[in-house]
């Protein structure tokens, strides 16, 4: 399928709105997976030192 500018590649024949948002709930999908992760793992490390702060006074 060939465009002949960029607003028709955007339009992507009238389904634009699905493929783009569809393409935008997969990139936060994708972030979520990276950054929860991560996220989980420093508030362990936190908790854990806060513990052995408490545990040593």
């Known amino acids: ?3 002949s500018s960029l607003g028709d590649f955007l339009a992507m024949g ?3 709105a ?3 948002s ?3 709930v997969c ?3 994708l972030a979520w ?4 992760p991560w996220r989980a793992r420093r508030r362990l490390l ?3 030192a806060r ?3 408490r545990e040593q006074a």
């Open 14 to 16: 009238r389904h634009g």
């Open 33 to 36: 997976n990276l950054i929860a």
């Open 22 to 24: 569809a393409y935008g």
């Open 46 to 48: 936190l908790d854990a």
């Open 51 to 53: 513990r052995a702060r």
């Open 1 to 3: 399928m060939s465009f």
């Open 27 to 29: 990139l936060v999908m």
């Open 18 to 20: 699905y493929v783009w």
